[in-house]
């Protein structure tokens, strides 16, 4: 859809109060936000209540919006706003303590023959989310969602020299561990 | 850069797997109606495990609906050393009040739930009627989790605040719950006589300390939410 006039057609219904309109809107911006949030917390348990929270944020401000501008970047600066209050909440760190102490991880990796190429992208993705959390931000933000580097930036609310120099530093990292990951691989190869 | 388009396909791929689950839908559509409902307002929060505990002057014998629970008296007393006649007492007439105040069916729900936790506190308590959940097996933990997320609301209900599960988001109620259970495990592993007053952290040992800080300030940040909303 174009996704401007549409958009703006279903802010205008939402903000008049109604509910169906809401539902698309929702409906055509959830998997986004949903995938954009799954790659941002350490914890994907806790993705559902995030994007929820998230919804609630976009309910209150709708009001605020401004129709001259894009719908989707002023969506994912909430959604941003609200993964970093959910990270900041202090107590969360003695929470996923709990949390470590309590439940050896339940996740096994999947060996399953999907793959080489499955398991290469895998590892990559693992690589990114071990990037510290604002360089992940604009990987995720640049190169899942496809946001300009203006964009990012606006969502972020960082110059766009900024943005520039943390996918740098990022994709620099990214390389960087790849490399070792290879040369651990190469070794293994060598016996 | 090719590095740049692995990195997308990548992400891409895994991203695939990664949907909404239906059910997020209904949930963020509830808010809305409650959204418009309450013109957007922030909710309250309360709670009260140390219902028991409540101190109160005003006691009068009723047909002693906590004996329902704990058997009676002496048995509680027999587990917990600093349960007072009074705060029992108490705890019966806010069961009377529950029982005015629902129907039959309603009030059966709630203390089938009621028993769960006082059950609990009997087997697992220490002296002072606090669990130290991590003790417990997990199963059992959890049923009491969530136990208390069904029980909360009638407990903000009898103390007369707007209920926390209406004034918190689902995510932070969860958390409310959780830093409840994990305030009442520090009390008990550090074996702390909760019944002589407020808990003054330096007496605790000091590797409980900043744990037990951190969730006191959560609470008391509900509670204070929860002071603002009745005003």
Redesign the interface.
């Known amino acids: 859809m174009d996704t401007k006039t549409e958009f703006e057609e279903l802010i205008r219904r939402t903000r008049s109060?109604s509910?169906h309109a809401?539902?698309e809107l929702?409906?055509e911006t959830?998997?986004d936000v949903?995938?954009t949030v799954?790659?941002l917390l350490d914890d994907k348990s806790?993705v559902?209540?995030?994007?929820?929270?998230i919804?609630?944020e976009v309910?209150?401000n709708l009001h605020r919006f401004n129709n001259d501008k894009p719908f989707q970047p002023w969506l994912k600066g909430i959604a941003i706003k609200q993964i970093s209050a959910y990270r900041r909440?202090?107590?969360i760190s003695?929470?996923n303590y709990?949390k470590m102490s309590?439940q050896p991880s339940e996740i096994e990796g999947d060996f399953s023959p999907q793959v080489v190429e499955?398991l290469?992208?895998?590892q990559?993705?693992q690589l990114?989310e071990q990037l510290p959390f604002k360089l992940r931000q604009v990987?995720?933000l640049r190169?899942?969602n496809?946001h300009s580097q203006e964009e990012v930036a606006a969502i972020l609310k960082i110059p766009v020299g900024t943005v520039k120099s943390r996918v740098h530093t990022a994709?620099k990292k990214?390389?960087k561990q790849e490399e070792l990951g290879n040369i651990f691989f190469g070794k293994v190869e060598n016996i | 850069m090719a590095?740049?388009n692995?990195?997308?396909?990548?992400?891409?791929?895994?991203?695939r797997n990664?949907?909404?689950?239906p059910e997020?839908?209904s949930?963020?559509?509830s808010?809305?109606?409650q959204?418009?409902n309450r013109g957007?307002k922030r909710y309250v929060a309360a709670f009260l495990i140390a219902l028991i505990i409540i101190p109160t002057s005003a006691f009068a014998y009723q047909s002693l609906l906590a004996d329902g629970l704990y058997g009676s008296f002496a048995n509680v007393k027999k587990h917990v050393t600093s349960a007072t006649l009074e705060g029992y007492m108490t705890f019966d007439a806010k069961l009377s009040e529950a029982k005015g105040e629902m129907d039959k069916e309603e009030y059966e729900k709630f203390r089938g739930s009621l028993s769960v936790l006082t059950d609990a506190k009997l087997k697992y308590g220490d002296p002072f009627g606090n669990i130290n959940y991590?003790l417990m097996p997990?199963e059992e933990k959890e049923k009491i989790r969530v136990n208390s997320f069904v029980l909360q609301p009638y407990f903000d209900k009898l103390n007369g605040d707007v209920p926390s599960k209406e004034l918190l988001?689902?995510?932070e109620y969860?958390?409310f719950i959780?830093?409840l259970m994990?305030y009442e495990t520090i009390l008990a592993k550090a074996e702390i006589d909760t019944s002589k007053g407020p808990v003054e952290i330096e007496k605790l040992p000091v590797e409980y300390q900043?744990?037990f800080k951190?969730?006191q300030?959560?609470i008391h940040s509900v509670y204070q939410l929860q002071e603002e909303q009745r005003q």
């Open positions: 109060g509910k809401y539902g929702y409906e959830v998997k949903y995938q799954h790659f806790d559902d209540d995030v994007v929820q929270e919804y609630v309910l209150r909440r202090r107590w003695f929470r709990q309590q499955g290469l992208n895998k990559l993705v990114v990987i995720i190169y899942l496809e994709l990214l390389r | 590095h740049v692995e990195l997308k396909t990548a992400l891409n791929e895994e991203a990664v949907c909404p689950p997020l839908k949930k963020v559509m808010q809305f109606t959204k418009r957007m991590d997990k988001s689902s995510y969860k958390l959780d830093a994990t900043e744990q951190l969730t300030e959560f």
